[in-house]
DNA sequence: GATGAATGAGTGTTCATTCAT
DNA sequence: TATGAATGAACACTCATTCAT
């Protein structure tokens, strides 16, 4: 439904991503929010019920597009580990384009009682690798002594923290080469050791 | 400073952990703080600057605590897999135990211009677990290899994450001990294999 | 105009008098009356000038309504005395059937420049009982020397209070019957004595 | 407590005396309030906890002053009759010079819920009048078969209505003197008639 | 007549912070 | 140091009303 960019729920979802990711959720206003947008004070509460349920919105419309990307990306890649590969390096540079939403949405998220969208949110995501990494399994590439699903999610977050650590948290010890090697040896090892 | 625990120093502290984790750091009042501290509202203000300058505080004392119990737990163990399976342990525990606060530090230090404390509280964590490590290659438990700072963190993180996927995020599709030992072989995997 | 029960005029009358007198005029919106009523928000306004505009209609059909019921049940009274009895025993009917809608127009009346229409709305009644109360002293049933028309407002009040005082403030001192003898008895005395 | 008129606390309920009479409850606002008062917005809440607290308050302080001027007005009154002739006579007085704030206590007080209320704020006044009249019974100057509590209840809403009838209503017909009468007539009737 | 999306003014209340004592 | 009364800016949310269709 809100696809056309200029729709008032677009209007009103771009314009809190501007101003959340710049301020934080509990610092940004609706008011401002709404001047941004173009649209009046009462118009957000048509498309919004409350402040705080932008968070998921944007968590969402930022998962959507992280995951569209992961997958153009990894279109054709011939072994799970160029995937892989490909993986690691859309996500340092999603988080590197998106460190402030990714923030937002950490924070925002974790909230209590907010919780549990967080897996709805993400669930696409680990799914979508759950796939690849079967058929990896299937393939040989990787030990079918594993839990698939387990394995899907602890990729995606170690992937994820390290970017993070990187990006957000400054920890920049070493050049992003080799972070990401490091990254990639680390996670190939635990999946192909009997 | 924070020595006597009835210090007024201490009060706050441990007035706002109890607040704070409750409730998050922008719903909490320092009125409700300092109720529950026994001190008056000024008085607030000549131990903490602002109300946000309580967030690391908390997190510095969390850390802290944390620390104490990974070491007394380790000490004296065997080989580094036995410190890793405490490790393990110690962070699912503390996780449990603390899920509030774990909660509250994330998102109170995840907004920006935080995010260097971040760093700077965990160090300590980190430089323990580098030391242990590097005990580790030389007793050969361990191929040499690796980076021994950037795994640290890694290590740290990947459980931290899993046991904050398993308590917080609800993700309990396994058993707690299915849970922890898969955590223990993707580890352990990636630090013996060549 | 508002004849038919379900033209659109009284499907807003009764939807409001149900909204109304559950929360009050100034707490009840607009909208929650148009959605109990089943018509749209900009209908209202087709029909009634403002939120304000209910009160005098509402108050109007409910003294209608009370009037209805007393000209029926005071039909082939043989004396005042049992006129007296059954204008009593219905005004305590009505307003515990009714103290929710007695409440609210009391309050919505009461606010300044609406007391106009109080008198206004009341007339019929008040008249009604001055027919009553001059065919009386024509019978000798009651005394001549009275102002008929400061009687029959004051016994009105007199009345509509006790009740009031009865249901809506509580006053529960004495069983219903002593209370409505008490009642009776005091009119009586008034009208009889010399 | 708030005996000299400029403290806070006074100088709110003065200040919202003024305004709430003017413009009723809710079309009156806190900060208009507080400006008249010339205190900040944050100060009202440190002495009532929300605008509705204003008006038992204001009740409150409305019927001390009633009770006073009429307990002066009576002191060494010959007999009932004068008692009762002054109470009249002071009734009529107080709801010509506060009509507003009669008008808005009623309409305040008659929102559900707040009821109670009203008995509690009226019962010093409905007992001071039961004393008056259990002496007249003794003086023999009223017959003993009437309920005293009843009758005191029904005595000062009688003329409490009478007046606002008058004064508020615009129900006028009659000259003043006439009406006081009429009313003083009306209700000896009743008392003296066996 | 009927609709309902859009408006934007309006408000009670909270709360971090200050400061005179 | 310690207090706590006073401050006043800030804000989410509501809702009567309008108007293009």
Redesign the interface.
């Known amino acids: 439904m809100q696809d056309r960019p200029d729709d008032k729920y677009s209007r009103i979802l771009n314009a809190s991503i501007e101003v959340i990711s710049e301020k ?1 959720l ?1 610092k940004s206003s609706v008011s401002e929010i709404v001047k941004k947008a173009g649209i009046a004070q009462g118009t957000f509460y048509l498309y919004f019920s409350s402040k705080s349920d932008l968070v998921p919105a944007i968590a969402n419309s930022l998962l959507t597009k992280i995951l569209d990307r992961m997958k153009r990306k990894v279109q054709g890649a011939e072994s799970f580990w160029s995937t892989l590969d490909a993986v690691i390096d859309e996500t340092f540079k999603v988080t590197d384009e998106h460190k ?1 939403i990714i ?1 937002l949405v ?3 998220l ?3 009682h907010s ?2 969208k ?2 709805e949110v993400y669930r696409p995501y680990y799914e979508w690798l759950e796939v690849e990494i079967s058929k990896a399994v299937q393939k040989e590439e990787i030990l079918p002594d ?2 698939v ?3 899907s ?2 990729i995606i ?2 992937i994820e ?2 970017a993070e ?1 990187y990006y ?4 920049r ?2 050049s992003l080469t ?2 990401k090697e ?2 990639f ?3 190939r ?5 009997d």
Chains 1, 2, 3, 4 share one sequence.
């Open positions: 934080g509990e402030d923030v950490y924070s925002g974790a909230v209590k919780l549990e967080w897996e594993i839990n699903k387990w394995t999610r602890t977050n170690l923290n390290a650590r957000i948290g400054g920890e010890d070493e080799v972070y490091e990254l040896k680390f996670i090892k635990s999946l192909i050791t």
